[in-house]
Structure formats: structure tokens, C-alpha cells
């Protein structure tokens, strides 16, 4: 089961605008570094509810969805 987890984005706009994030401030304080933005699509969280821009990135090695819901950030995190 998945919860939608708002986070703190740092992102870079280009000179068309475009916003691409570098990291990822989670809420105990890890900061996780966007290695690489895979594709830019507007798409529904399946698992967790919402919807928005996501983009899938690479960070550490792994493929992982990045949501920009109108103002906000989310990912997709794992409850127990």
C-alpha cells in the first residue's frame, strides 16, 4: 500500500521554462540528488492517488515517479 508524501523540491527552470529537479529534501532531513529526468508526461499516481506532471527519474541507481501536483511535490511511499 502507497500514500502520497508531499516533499520539498529544489528544481532548475531553463530558459523555456521548463522545470527539471536536481533534489529531493525528504522530511527527516536525507536529501536524495535527481541523477537524471527519464520523461516528462502529465500522468495519474496509480498507487498512491493524485495527479500532475510526473516525472520519472533516476536517484541512486533506481527509477522512481516525482509528481508536481499544480504547486506541490509528491512521491509515492511505501506505508507499513
Known amino acids: 500500500m502507497y500514500k502520497?508524501?508531499?516533499v520539498e523540491v529544489t528544481a532548475r527552470f531553463d530558459e523555456e521554462g521548463a522545470i527539471m529537479p536536481i533534489k529531493i529534501l525528504w522530511y527527516d532531513g536525507r536529501?536524495?540528488?535527481v541523477?537524471?529526468?527519464i520523461n516528462v508526461c502529465r500522468a495519474a499516481s496509480l498507487k498512491?492517488?493524485?495527479a500532475g506532471i510526473?516525472?520519472?527519474c533516476e536517484i541512486a541507481g533506481r527509477q522512481r515517479y516525482l509528481f508536481l501536483e499544480e504547486s506541490r511535490w509528491f512521491v509515492e511511499e511505501i506505508c507499513n
Open 31 to 33: 536529501i536524495y540528488r
Open 48 to 50: 498512491a492517488g493524485g
Open 4 to 6: 502520497k508524501t508531499y
Open 35 to 37: 541523477d537524471k529526468v
Open 54 to 56: 510526473r516525472y520519472t
